[in-house]
């Protein structure tokens, strides 16, 4: 993997920027003294950001993996599948890491990829 | 019931927070490991842990990096994973909205999902906690593991170097979101929004830089709502 097609410049614009922006949402309502509450549908929305947003950045990735130039990967395609369930069923990000690694670590290294 | 003192608070808060080392150790190694494989240097990638603190956003902002996208959604992807904190911000004003401004500025910087989910925990069990207490508790348990979070990653952004890339690290952003969104994944509308945001995403790859994530996580996070809106009138 090489270096990002950034400048030291930009990288560093990225991380003071994202740095300030999740300061600001974290900040926000603490901010503002009282407790004036968010409109219900509001926060509704709110609760789902993290499932929208990284299922469907992460849906392309095991699809067409660019390690294999866009090609599906049974491998990566198993290891994938591995972390969802074990994901699912343990309720723990930790297990489910675990289980992803080993079947494309051990996936490569039975294929003799390593 | 006495009060509790802040000292009193804050060491409970302590004992509270190390469960939690079993995660952040990992996670943050992870990033350091990736951020440095992506090519960032050891200065870039503990700036990026220190200020953002936030796992998902960082390692979402790290891919969209890796993708080559636009600087604006590369910051549009890691706010977007990041806008929960603006509901945990709102759902704590009850109970530290009155504590002196330069604390809640504070807790803001360390408000995550375990400080965050453990403190509100007590703060409703024990409504009677003042608030110096609850913001002892609070730092009790945040403190810990930001320092955590930072020391880690520098451990896994030396050692990162060090991982042959045949090991197939590529594929371990892809690994740690899913392992993410699993436990996720507790309820019909949340696992609607999910497949919407996978179908939207495929369907929309041809737009232009990440524009099609942005418009299927959109109509994810409304699928969510709306979702839990007909089931809960549903079970009614």
């Not at chain 2, 802040?6 to 190694?29: D, E, K, M, N």
């Amino acid at each position: 993997m090489g270096a990002l097609g950034y400048s030291s410049g930009q990288i560093w614009l990225i991380i003071v920027l994202l740095a300030l922006g999740t300061f600001a949402l974290r900040f926000s309502f603490l901010a503002i003294l009282g407790d004036r509450a968010l409109p219900q549908f509001l926060l509704r929305l709110l609760r789902y950001t993290p499932v929208a947003v990284i299922p469907g950045m992460v849906a392309p990735l095991v699809l067409w993996p660019a390690a294999t130039g866009g090609e599906p990967d049974p491998l990566r395609l198993s290891a994938a599948a591995a972390a969802l369930f074990v994901g699912v069923a343990s309720r723990n990000v930790i297990w489910a890491i675990l289980a992803g690694a080993i079947v494309l670590v051990g996936g490569i290294w039975l294929t003799g990829q390593l | 019931m006495t009060q509790i003192t802040p000292t009193t608070a804050f060491l409970q808060g302590l004992r509270r927070s190390l469960p939690f080392i079993l995660v952040v150790v990992p996670f943050a190694t992870l990033f350091g490991v990736v951020a440095t494989e992506a090519g960032l240097d050891l200065i870039q990638t503990m700036g990026f842990t220190a200020l953002v603190i936030a796992g998902a956003a960082q390692f979402a902002s790290l891919q969209m990096m890796q993708d080559q996208a636009p600087i604006l959604m590369v910051l549009l992807a890691g706010l977007a994973v990041n806008m929960r904190m603006a509901m945990y911000s709102a759902s704590l004003v009850p109970y530290l909205g009155k504590a002196p401004l330069w604390q809640r500025a504070l807790a803001a910087y360390i408000l995550f999902d375990q400080s965050y989910a453990v403190s509100l925990d007590r703060f409703e069990k024990e409504p009677e906690l003042s608030i110096p207490a609850r913001i002892a508790f609070f730092f009790g348990v945040a403190i810990p593991i930001s320092i955590l979070w930072c020391g880690t990653t520098a451990v896994g952004a030396l050692v990162g170097s060090a991982i042959p890339s045949s090991m197939g690290l590529d594929f371990a952003l892809p690994i740690t979101f899913i392992a993410l969104i699993g436990p996720m994944l507790k309820s019909i509308p949340h696992v609607a929004a999910a497949i919407v945001s996978v179908v939207g995403a495929l369907v929309l790859g041809w737009m232009p830089s990440g524009i099609g994530l942005l418009v299927a996580a959109s109509l994810a996070m409304l699928t969510g709502a709306l979702v839990e809106d007909w089931s809960s009138r549903w079970v009614r």
